[in-house]
Structures are given as C-alpha cells and as structure tokens.
C-alpha cells in the first residue's frame, strides 16, 4: 500500500511538473514571438500574457494585443486572445475572440462585432506548425468599414483541411446565413430597391493549391501565394435571383489567371438589368449582351437560366470569343 502510494505522489509530482514546464514554454513562447515581430519593426503588444488550466490544459489569455505589419500594411487589435490546448495534445487548439476587435487591411479598416467567435486549429508537430485543419464559427457577425458601411449575417462556417498526401493543397469550405450586404454595395447593386436585405444562400467548395503549406511563416514572413484553384461549386441566391459557379482556374507567379469557369444564372435578365442600372454596364453594351445572351439562353432550352463559359488567358476574361473585361490578378498579401 505504502509503495503504491508513493507511486501516486511521485506520478503527481512528475505531471505537475510537466504542466509547470509546459505552461512556462507557452508563456515564453508567445513572448519570444512579439519580441521577434518587434525586432522586424512590427507594432506587437500584450500587456499580459498568463497562463492557467492545470492540470489538464494550457489556457492562455494575451491581454490588450496590438499587432500591425508596415510592409503588408496588416493590423488587428483586440481587448484579448484566449487560445485554449489539453496539456497531452498541445498542437490541438481553440481560439476565442472577443465581442468587439478591430481588423485594418492596406485599404480600410474594419470594426468587427460578434456574439461568438471561436476557430479549432490542428497543426503539425513540426517546428514550422504546419496547418492540418481549421474550423471557424462566427455568430451575429457585423463587419463595419470607417463608412460606417455594415455588412451584417446571423452566421459564417468557415473550414479549411489540408488534402492527404499533398504539401500545401487545401479543401476550403464557407457559408455564410441571412447576408446582408452594406446599405453602400446594395444600392449600387439595386438602385431600385427590388432585392431584399439579405441573401438566402452564400457558400462554397473550393479546393487550392499554393507555392508553400500555410505554416507559421504565413504570419511571420510573407503568404503562401495560390498556384490552382478549383471551384466545385459556388452559390449565391438573393431574392428570385441565382448565380452558381464552377471550373478551375492555374494561376502564374504574377497571379494572372488562366483557365475556364463555368457560369449558371438564373433570372439573368434581371442580373444585366440591375448591372445596366447601376451603371456598371452602359446602356448601348448591355443591349449588345442581352441579346447575346438571350441567344445562348435559347439555345439551351431554358430563357431564363443562362449557362455560359467564361475563358481567362492572356490577362482577359472572355465570353466565348468576345473579350469582356480584365482578368483579377490573384495575390494574398
């Protein structure tokens, strides 16, 4: 009996110290971190980093964070970061965020409010902390620019898996419920007030590939850039209005384009109609497209589902053999 029992203190002592050992590396390891962004002339403060959870889990609060890259033009700031990880399988994480944060890119910034934000992250175990999978969840999300231009959804599902056997070929997945674009970009798009406020589907399946796996260096350094993308299938439907797309695009190492989408639309009249509208498309074109289209449509037995092709090459987009418009060029920054 005395034997076993001093087998338990002695297992006791040892996981203590474990934990002891563990929660120290983590509290160094994010102060190492923000030391070496500074170094880099980031702007990287926390004004606590604290560990808690024993025995069983690493709980790490970073109070009061200011994080901002001059050279990508990227910042964010936040009251606070919880990142939570079971002390046996400290690779597993969970990140919670707070009810109000702030976001700025190299073209805006961005209040983000929520009623829930939490991500599950699993990485490797090797040193770089490679990206295996990711899942975020956002509730009553509202995403407001320095506008005060709102764009609002009751939820957003984002996921992200890393496809076996590949190096940095990854499944992405998102859905966003009840959209509701900023009054700005809805009056642009509907100047006549006859979509509703909110979108009734907003998703997609895509599956990318990119020049490096997403690591630690993707935050540290510079981003993985995409080199392939495919499109299962990419849906939106507002009001009686349909746009579904598919295809697959390679990307060169400027981020042009090549490649073919295919585009399902349905209502597409209406789609040209609020284009023309808007002003996006003047009137003498869109009268030249809609009859194009009206054609296509015909032909494939449903006026009112368009089902056409889109070509990217040579930096343009094209409808068949008809240039419409530049190509996007595809960088993260």
Do not use: C
Request: neutral net charge; charged residues 20%; proline residues 5%.
């Amino acid at each position: 009996m005395k034997r076993l029992l001093f087998v338990i203190v002695i297992g006791a002592l040892a996981w203590a110290g474990y934990w002891w050992a563990g929660a120290t590396g983590t509290r160094t390891g994010y102060a190492v971190w923000f030391d070496a962004r500074r170094a880099e002339g980031w702007v990287a403060e926390a004004s606590e980093i604290a560990v808690r959870g024993f025995p069983n889990r690493f709980d790490t609060t970073l109070s009061d964070i200011r994080l901002a890259d001059p050279e990508t033009g990227w910042a964010w700031e936040a009251p606070f970061l919880q990142v939570f990880a079971l002390s046996y399988r400290p690779n597993h994480v969970i990140a919670t965020w707070p009810g109000q944060h702030l976001l700025a890119t190299p073209t805006q910034k961005y209040e983000i409010t929520n009623s829930e934000m939490q991500a599950s992250v699993v990485l490797g175990a090797e040193g770089l902390l490679p990206l295996n999978r990711a899942n975020l969840v956002a509730d009553t999300l509202a995403i407001t620019d320095e506008g005060g231009n709102t764009t609002a959804m009751t939820s957003l599902r984002l996921a992200v898996e890393r496809v076996a056997e590949t190096e940095a070929t990854y499944q992405l997945g998102w859905a966003a419920d009840n959209l509701a674009p900023a009054r700005a970009t809805r009056l642009r798009i509907d100047t006549g007030g006859q979509l509703p406020q909110t979108l009734s589907a907003f998703r997609a399946d895509i599956e990318a590939t990119f020049t490096r796996p997403w690591d630690r260096r993707a935050l540290e350094q510079t981003r993985p850039q995409p080199t392939q993308v495919t499109v299962r299938l990419a849906k939106a439907r507002w009001g009686d209005l349909e746009l579904a797309l598919a295809g697959r695009l390679d990307i060169d190492d400027q981020g042009r384009p090549s490649g073919r989408i295919d585009v399902k639309a349905r209502n597409w009249r209406e789609i040209l109609h609020l284009a023309r509208a808007s002003g996006q498309i003047p009137d003498v074109l869109a009268d030249q497209i809609e009859t194009g289209l009206a054609t296509l449509a015909q032909l494939s037995g449903n006026r009112q589902t368009l089902d056409v092709p889109l070509d990217f090459r040579g930096g343009r987009v094209f409808l068949g053999p008809v240039p419409i418009g530049r190509a996007p060029i595809i960088r993260l920054r």
